[in-house]
């Protein structure tokens, strides 16, 4: 089982500024088979990223990704007000595909 | 457009049995080699994998979940089930259903592109 672990826990910025959010994964992610989610209260999950960094239909090019093996990153270049929110991170390449534990941004 | 609908009771008494039902529309659960998959949100808290099942059988658990969990596949129904067997308060929680984007060629794409609303599930006396 792949553990994945997010950093920060929140982050809190102002809109305009760049978010860097962090997914470590235990092992090596099998093909960089890593997605990453928005959700916002009261909603489903959003794909973002799959494949560590390709985005998924309708994202905006604000968000990327990057990263591999072990150690991923979603980059927001600079924030919107509706992209405050929570992030997971997930691994596809070998089951059980488990979700890391989320990152807030948060207005500062 | 797939679309994915969670039913449920809302309401389980601790030490039960929790049945929910997903139903598909827009697409059929047996094409393309799709993994029908059961997610879970406790409230206030981050998303949980508890598996998934193929039509033809193929089944993951969440290891902390298996000797509970089983996920099947009604192809008559066009839909797909989780039962939770010898449920606790900690199984409170938002539960969605969510459908990956299956294989091309010999590649797999297990991300979850389409995602019921949810349905609150309850555990209580």
């Known amino acids: 089982e792949i553990v994945l672990t997010q950093s920060p826990g929140t982050l809190s910025l102002s809109p305009g500024e760049r978010a860097t959010l962090s997914c470590r994964a235990s092992?090596?992610?099998?093909?960089?088979?890593l997605a990453w989610y928005q959700q916002k209260p009261g909603q489903a999950p959003r794909l973002l990223i799959y494949?560590?960094?390709s985005r998924a239909t309708g994202i905006p090019d604000r968000f990327s990704g990057s990263g591999s093996g072990t150690d991923f990153t979603l980059t927001i270049s600079r924030l919107e007000p509706e992209d405050f929110a929570v992030y997971y991170c997930?691994?596809?390449?070998?089951?059980?595909?488990?979700f890391g534990q989320g990152t807030k941004v948060e207005i500062k | 457009q797939v679309q994915l609908q969670e039913s449920g009771p809302g309401l389980v008494k601790p030490s039960e049995t929790l049945s929910l039902t997903c139903t598909v529309s827009?697409?059929?659960?047996?094409?393309?080699?799709?993994?029908w998959t059961w997610i879970r949100q406790p409230p206030g808290k981050g998303l949980e994998y508890i598996g998934y099942?193929?039509?033809?059988?193929?089944?993951n658990y969440n290891p902390s979940l298996k000797s509970r969990v089983t996920i099947s596949v009604d192809t008559s129904k066009n839909q797909f089930s989780l039962e939770l067997r010898s449920v606790t308060a900690a199984d409170t929680a938002l539960y969605y259903c969510?459908?990956?984007?299956?294989?091309?060629?010999?590649?797999?794409?297990?991300?979850?592109?389409?995602w019921g609303q949810g349905t609150l599930i309850a555990v209580s006396s």
């Open positions: 997930q691994q596809y390449g070998s089951p059980p595909r488990m």
């Open positions: 092992q090596s992610v099998n093909s960089n088979y």
């Open positions: 099942s193929s039509y033809s059988g193929n089944t």
């Open positions: 969510a459908r990956d984007e299956g294989c091309s060629g010999d590649r797999c794409y297990r991300y979850f592109q389409y």
């Open positions: 494949g560590a960094s």
């Open positions: 827009g697409g059929s659960v047996i094409s393309g080699s799709y993994y």
